[in-house]
């Protein structure tokens, strides 16, 4: 059997991804907006340190309380005509942002009949560290020389297997940002509880998992629900993120460790698209078990 040889495919992403320089995780991204009030400035313009502070700055100001808008179909336009290959897109869950339409809506806009240029696109049904793995995933696929369908089987594996898990020092940011939703009934609206989110796997979306009254038993309970799902003494993938700063994160590692081999951990600062939602204090990860699926 002839080997795979050569890159089959170009991969993008959109700005739901939290990249880990440790991954496979440069990619072309269609960029998010970031709205205070009547002034629109790209996410990408808070990447950096002093962007950072600008962006955490406003955002704890609130006057007014920063929105989010999904890429244009444009921004995906722009990516797939630089493309000569067939582009696999991986998006944030449609569950919480219109990109994934938005990138279908691309498709009209940069011909694709007898350019050899098809575009796939693949619902991440996550975001953030969890929408990294997967586009770890695509990458590796692609740089073993394998097409696009091995990258999506891959992806969904890598899917199955991990979870995502954030918590928040204050719902506040949630409320404001009008994505309270099934958080908030699961807690009764009590705005002084620090609780466990994760993105439900079935409809894409932000829900409680878990609750605590401090922030120690916040960053302990985002550990128990890692622990809880894979059991204790199974080795871990851990995607760490965190805010402002990165000690709470730091210590749920820590916690971890006591608990699992760390087979690999890396951490990213968490973006505006999700900061938004999370507020300053923000620490997640995703979470996987073992070796990832093509290394087994």
């Known amino acids: 059997m002839s ?21 496979l995780n440069a990619v072309p991204v269609a960029p998010f907006s970031v709205n205070f009030g009547s002034e629109t400035r790209l996410a990408s313009d808070f990447s950096d340190a002093s962007g950072r502070q600008e962006f955490f700055r406003r955002l704890k100001a609130g006057t007014p309380h920063p929105t989010t808008s999904q890429p244009t179909p444009q921004a995906y336009a722009e990516l797939l005509e630089k493309a000569t290959r067939p582009t696999l897109a991986v998006t944030i869950s449609s569950g919480l942002s219109g990109s994934l339409n938005a990138a279908e809506q691309a ?24 929408q990294a793995f997967q586009v770890h995933a695509a990458m590796t696929a692609r740089a073993a020389g394998h097409d696009v369908a091995t990258a999506v089987a891959w992806m969904k594996q890598v899917s199955e297997q991990t979870e995502l898990y954030f918590t928040i020092d204050s719902l506040e940011y949630l409320k404001r940002g ?19 989110v994760t993105v439900d796997k079935a409809t894409g ?18 550990a128990n629900q890692v622990t809880g799902r894979f059991g204790e003494g199974t080795p871990l993938r851990l995607g760490l993120l965190y805010g402002e700063v990165q000690d709470s994160t730091q210590a749920v590692l820590e916690i971890l460790r006591g608990r699992h081999p760390i087979l690999w951990s890396g951490f990213a600062p968490v973006n505006p698209v999700l900061a938004v939602h999370t507020g300053p204090s923000a620490v997640g990860l995703a979470a996987a078990p073992g070796k990832w699926p093509w290394e087994k």
């Open 3 to 23: 080997q795979p040889s050569g890159p089959q495919f170009d991969v993008i992403a959109d700005g739901g991804l939290d990249p880990y320089s440790e991954l």
């Open 107 to 130: 498709r009209a806009l940069v011909p694709q009949t007898g350019t050899g240029k098809p575009l796939t696109i693949h619902d991440s049904r996550t975001l953030s560290a969890g």
């Open 205 to 222: 979306a932000y829900t409680n998992v878990g609750r605590a009254r401090a922030w120690k038993g916040a960053l302990e309970a985002v």
């Open 178 to 196: 009008g994505r309270i939703g099934r958080v908030q009934a699961t807690l009764g609206g009590l705005l002084n509880l620090k609780p466990v």
